[in-house]
């Protein structure tokens, strides 16, 4: 966070995957296959300071990579809860993540939700 309120987020994942059954109405065979996710959110967040509370929402897009590049956008919120304030919270968040139509499959589109430890630098 660069600002009380306003903050930018970077992920990353490597994954390795198998096509799904809308895939394969185009290939019958099995294919296994590298996906290189990344994506960047521009956050916003509310602060509430005697609750040691952080409510947010974000966006942002990204873009992934199996041997072919494609798009995405995203859009969420969740929120902190600092248990060592300035050190160490704990976080719950949902995104809705839309992957526009690849391969001719229709509109594609996912929801995520995450919970975790963030370290506080």
């Known amino acids: 966070f660069f600002l009380r309120n306003v903050g930018i987020g970077v992920d990353a994942a490597w994954l390795a995957m198998k096509e799904n059954a ?3 109405q185009h290939d019958v065979t099995e294919t296994t296959t590298a996906l290189h996710a990344f994506s960047g959110s521009l956050i916003f967040r509310l ?4 609750l040691c509370l952080a409510p947010y929402i974000y966006a942002g897009g990204g873009f992934q990579v199996d041997g072919r590049q494609w798009a995405s956008a995203h859009a969420g ?5 600092r248990i060592k304030p ?6 719950l968040d949902s995104r809705w993540t839309y992957y526009g139509d690849r391969d001719d499959l229709g509109d594609l589109n996912n929801f995520t939700a995450r919970a975790g430890v963030r370290i506080v630098f």
């Open 22 to 24: 809308a895939f394969a």
């Open 47 to 50: 602060p509430i300071d005697h």
């Open 86 to 91: 300035h050190r160490l919270g704990l976080f």
């Open 77 to 81: 919120l969740g929120v902190e809860y």
